[in-house]
């Protein structure tokens, strides 16, 4: 059971926009801590997506964007395209745990 | 551009030890904290721990009995050793810089990782 909630998936047609959620608790998301988003392609390493308040590391599309609200956090992505079929996964820091933490991960199928 | 490789027996006995070894390159281990990340088959990431290029370390309460990291600056490498391994240990493991932004300590995200290697706990 992960520390953060994802929808195990989401779909979306080609061109369209998709938002996955990832919520959390009094000790991580909703004590202010960031949510960070990771994309992993099928068959290779995690790779950083967003991080901090809808940052993108050099490289990553503006069709990917991250938001926050209260205990949870949102992955956007629009112009949906067939190479973004990926697993994705958030993280965050738990106080309590003094740890970082993922989400179970949601599987991303492009129809 | 920062990269890391993993490196270690792709086949550990169960009750062993899983030692593996990160190799950074294009940039200096100093200044930074390091991570260990593992994904079980089929399943989601697991933070396992971090260690500073001095040698502080921070672990996942429910590995801590079991791990333990360190750093060699002189050989921009740092590694993971997890005693008493189960099959419940086999996994995919990631190694990863530890990233900060000073405003949000302690909160962190991980950037670059490596590409991973299997570890498999099977007599």
């Known amino acids: 059971q992960s520390v953060l909630r994802q929808p195990p998936s989401v779909s979306g047609a080609p061109g369209q926009r998709v938002t996955i959620s990832c919520t959390g608790g009094?000790?991580?998301?909703?004590?202010?801590?960031?949510v960070h988003w990771y994309q992993q392609l099928p068959g290779t390493a995690p790779k950083l997506l967003i991080y901090?308040?809808?940052n993108r590391p050099s490289g990553v599309p503006d069709r990917f964007s991250g938001s926050k609200s209260g205990a949870s956090g949102f992955l956007a992505i629009t112009g949906l395209q067939a190479e973004d079929e990926a697993d994705y996964y958030c993280?965050?820091?738990?106080?309590?745990?003094?740890?970082?933490?993922f989400g179970g991960g949601t599987k991303l199928i492009v129809l | 551009q920062v990269q890391l490789q993993e490196s270690g027996p792709g086949l550990v006995r169960p009750s062993e030890t899983l030692s593996l070894t990160c190799t950074v390159s294009g940039g200096p281990i100093s200044s930074h904290y390091w991570s260990w990340i593992r994904q079980a088959p089929g399943k989601g990431l697991e933070w396992i721990g971090s260690v500073s290029d001095s040698g502080t370390t921070n672990y996942n309460r429910s590995l801590r009995s079991r791990v333990t990291m360190s750093v060699d600056t002189s050989k921009n490498q740092f590694s993971l050793n997890l005693i008493s391994v189960t099959a419940a240990d086999t996994a995919v493991y990631y190694c990863a810089r530890r990233r900060v932004d000073p405003a949000t300590i302690p909160g962190n995200w991980f950037d670059p990782w490596g590409q991973g290697t299997l570890v498999t706990v099977s007599s």
């Open positions: 901090g308040r809808n």
């Open positions: 009094d000790s991580n998301t909703g004590a202010g801590y960031d």
């Open positions: 993280q965050s820091y738990d106080s309590s745990l003094s740890a970082s933490v």
